[in-house]
Nanobody, 120 residues
Framework: QVQLVESGGGLVQAGGSLRLSCAASGSIFSINDMGWYRQAPGKQRELVAFITSGGSTNYADSVKARFTISRDNAKNTVYLQMNSLKPEDTAVYYC??????????????WGQGTQVTVSS
């Protein structure tokens, strides 16, 4: 069994910052890419940022220069530093990871989601 547990969401004023964390646990051999997605009410889930096992990153245009994704492979954890937050960043943020098992095989997992609310 593998679990992704997110933390760090909350309520912040526009212009503020939050740091999200997502820790993977279980029978993990390694993790390929890890990413953050978000879903606002009435909208589809969208990719915010992802990071490969080698550290290459990619961001949605709407968050470039404001958000930074990073990972700690020793801790099986991915982070999302969110600066200069805007009300339109309000959403439930989900962690996603491509997990390689100790027993051969791999699968993509989702976290349970963490609410981020930005007030104007």
């Amino acid at each position: 069994q593998v679990q992704l547990v997110e933390s760090g969401g909350g309520l912040v004023q526009a212009g503020g910052s939050l740091r999200l964390s997502c820790a993977a646990s279980g029978s993990i051999f390694s993790i390929n890419d890890m990413g953050w997605y978000r879903q606002a009410p009435g909208k589809q889930r969208e990719l915010v940022a992802f990071i490969t096992s080698g550290g290459s990153t990619n961001y949605a245009d709407s968050v470039k220069a404001r958000f930074t994704i990073s990972r700690d492979n020793a801790k099986n954890t991915v982070y999302l530093q969110m600066n200069s937050l805007k009300p339109e960043d309000t959403a439930v943020y989900y962690c996603n990871a491509d997990i390689v098992f100790i027993v051969p095989g791999s699968r993509r997992y989702w976290g349970q989601g963490t609410q981020v609310t930005v007030s104007s």
